[in-house]
């Protein structure tokens, strides 16, 4: 009779009793079925040589990604840089405009194309994005029923119309109907209509990311829920809205086709939003798309485009950082 104290054999071990009648089936050092340990460890390994062929694959693939979009846009900086790069150095490139300077004359400045670039993306800017964070607000915290689903089939729509539309539709009602003349104001309410569906959507699934043991929090405190939006919810979002308004100009930013309908391009300083041409980059870089031909018309062409870009950098830059100290502090 066992008692407690008593001590199991490991399994690995025969009996002595077995041994003494030669009976050695309870021998576990060969696997079940006739395979030898070496045979049924290789046949372990197996899954796990396919998990590595998997993940090498899987890196190969995601590399060759990478560089297919990586290197397009090497590509494109260094032509622009390469090609415009001396223009910027200029002395008169930051001061001056292009009055009076010909197709196949060299030098002139770009500061009266940048000074309405800054003015119309700014009024853009102030027009849409309230528009947008407004309008995500809505369809995230109050949105409810059928306003809410034509409001967002709306934006859907907004988001796929071609800019040459929208240019046309501000065309139509602001000159046509209204009788007003051409005009950087008229191109920027089109750079609306492009701009809001990018930030509403960006800035929807920021606020979308907020928990929402944030807004119980609040509520179970007896806060209203409209000092929750202010206070909690764009706060712990604010971030990820700098974003979606950095995208949003950085979409209109370069867009040519409302300025070609709606801001005929002057090459004189023009600050008036509301009457007669008005200088951009996209429509200096357009006019002088036109005299490719020449060297010094294709010179300011590249100085243009770089401009743009650096101009598009700096305000990245700049939303970076006001992001970064306006951010919710951990």
């Known amino acids: 009779m066992s008692t407690a104290t008593d001590?199991?054999?490991?399994?690995?071990?025969?009996?002595?009793?077995?041994v003494a009648s030669g009976d050695t089936s309870g021998d576990t050092s060969t696997p079940p079925g006739g395979r030898s340990g070496r045979d049924a460890l290789s046949e372990m390994g197996n899954p796990h040589r396919a998990r590595a062929v998997k993940d090498v694959v899987a890196r190969v693939v995601m590399w060759a990604a990478f560089f297919l979009a990586v290197v397009p846009l090497v590509w494109i900086l260094g032509t622009v840089i390469g090609k415009g790069f001396h223009m910027l150095t200029t002395s008169t490139w930051w001061t001056?405009?292009?009055?009076?300077?010909?197709?196949?004359?060299?030098?002139?400045?770009?500061?009266?194309?940048?000074?309405?670039?800054?003015?119309?993306?700014?009024?853009?800017?102030?027009?849409?994005?309230?528009?947008?964070?407004?309008?995500?607000?809505?369809?995230?915290?109050?949105?409810?029923?059928?306003?809410?689903?034509?409001?967002?089939?709306?934006?859907?729509?907004?988001?796929?119309?071609?800019?040459?539309?929208a240019?046309?539709?501000?065309?139509?009602i602001w000159v046509t109907a209204f009788g007003f003349s051409r005009s950087g104001f008229a191109a920027a309410l089109a750079l609306v209509l492009l701009m809001i569906p990018v930030i509403v959507r960006s800035t929807e699934e920021m606020l979308k990311l907020v928990p929402n043991?944030?807004?119980?929090?609040?509520?179970?405190?007896?806060?209203?829920?409209?000092?929750?939006?202010?206070?909690?919810?764009?706060?712990?979002?604010?971030?990820?809205?700098?974003?979606g308004v950095l995208l949003g100009i950085a979409r209109v930013m370069g867009e040519t086709a409302p300025l070609l309908i709606l801001a005929p391009y002057t090459k004189n300083f023009q600050r008036d939003l509301f009457n007669g041409n008005f200088p951009t980059l996209p429509m200096m870089i357009n006019q002088d798309r036109g005299d490719f031909a020449l060297a010094t018309a294709a010179e300011r062409m590249w100085g243009a485009a770089l401009t743009l870009i650096l101009l598009v950098l700096l305000l990245n830059v700049i939303g970076r950082v006001i992001a970064h100290f306006g951010a919710v502090k951990k």
């Open 213 to 243: 043991e944030l807004r119980e929090a609040s509520y179970a405190l007896g806060v209203p829920k409209w000092a929750t939006v202010v206070k909690i919810v764009l706060r712990t979002a604010f971030s990820g809205i700098v974003t």
């Open 7 to 18: 001590r199991r054999l490991p399994d690995d071990r025969v009996p002595d009793d077995q």
């Open 167 to 172: 240019a046309l539709f501000i065309y139509a």
């Open 96 to 165: 001056g405009n292009q009055r009076n300077v010909n197709s196949d004359d060299f030098g002139g400045g770009a500061r009266h194309a940048i000074e309405g670039t800054l003015q119309m993306v700014g009024i853009t800017a102030l027009i849409a994005v309230p528009i947008g964070i407004l309008t995500a607000v809505y369809l995230v915290e109050y949105g409810r029923g059928h306003l809410a689903r034509v409001i967002s089939f709306t934006v859907d729509i907004l988001s796929g119309v071609p800019s040459i539309v």
